[in-house]
């Protein structure tokens, strides 16, 4: 039950695009379809931006995609914007009825 | 709407128990399950458990087997977390989330605001 990798950082200018990476194994990301990515910032909740690796909440813009590649998932924000700035955690399910979290990304926009 | 309300801070010394609610309102608390996580200082998120609202069926990750209980009470529509034999890192905050009630391919989709149990001497 090990937490997933995140890089601890990244960083784009407003309008860019920027992608974090959440790996994990086959036994977590690789093997289920039940990836989601939070946001988080200071002083607030998380919220669940991302959910079944590419599934937007009602109300969350498009600029956020999710997609999956083998034991490695990610977190593509578009045209970003200030109020994007945020740590970003991604949680897997991992089976018998375990999650586990990613350890964030600090997200900095220039 | 959904609201998930927790209690507030805890002060504890080490070696003692804590118990933080989470009182759920605006949907059917026994149709769901909450999770609960916590962050500590710095760090980031961690997930600490689950329980089903819907059949009280609990499910603990290995580092806090036999340290954590999770219960829920369906006539207040309140969920609890029991943490014992505190230590100074388990220093945190500590989050509850709706879940889903069968176990693990949920989504947190609300959360609480959060209770800062702090462990000191």
């Known amino acids: 039950q090990s937490a997933l990798t995140q890089p601890p950082s990244a960083s784009g200018s407003p309008g860019q695009a920027v992608t974090i990476s959440c790996t994990g194994t086959s036994s977590d990301v690789g093997g289920y379809n039940y990836v989601s990515w939070y946001q988080h910032r200071p002083g607030k909740v998380p919220k669940l931006m991302i959910y079944?690796?590419?599934k937007r909440p009602s109300g969350v813009p498009d600029r956020f995609s999710g997609s999956k590649s083998g034991n490695t998932a990610f977190l593509t924000v578009s045209g970003l914007q200030a109020e994007d700035e945020a740590d970003y955690y991604c949680?897997?399910?991992?089976?018998?009825?375990?999650?586990?979290f990613g350890g964030g990304t600090k997200l900095t926009v220039l | 709407q959904v609201q998930l309300v927790q209690s507030g801070a805890e002060v504890k010394k080490p070696g003692a128990s804590v118990k933080v609610s989470c009182k759920a309102a605006?949907?059917?608390?026994?149709?769901?399950?909450i999770s609960w996580m916590r962050q500590a200082p710095g760090q980031g998120l961690e997930w600490m458990g689950w329980i089903s609202v819907f059949n009280g069926n609990t499910k603990y990750p290995q580092k806090f087997q036999g340290r954590v209980t999770m219960t829920a009470d369906t006539s207040t529509s309140t969920a609890y977390m029991e943490l014992r034999s505190l230590r100074s890192d388990d220093t945190a905050v500590y989050l509850c989330?709706?879940?889903?009630?069968?176990?693990?391919?949920?989504?947190?989709?609300?959360w609480g605001q959060g209770t800062l149990v702090t462990v000191s001497s």
């Open positions: 949680t897997s399910y991992a089976g018998n009825n375990i999650r586990v």
């Open positions: 605006g949907y059917i608390f026994r149709s769901y399950g």
């Open positions: 989330a709706r879940d889903d009630p069968y176990g693990g391919q949920g989504d947190f989709d609300y």
């Open positions: 079944e690796v590419s």
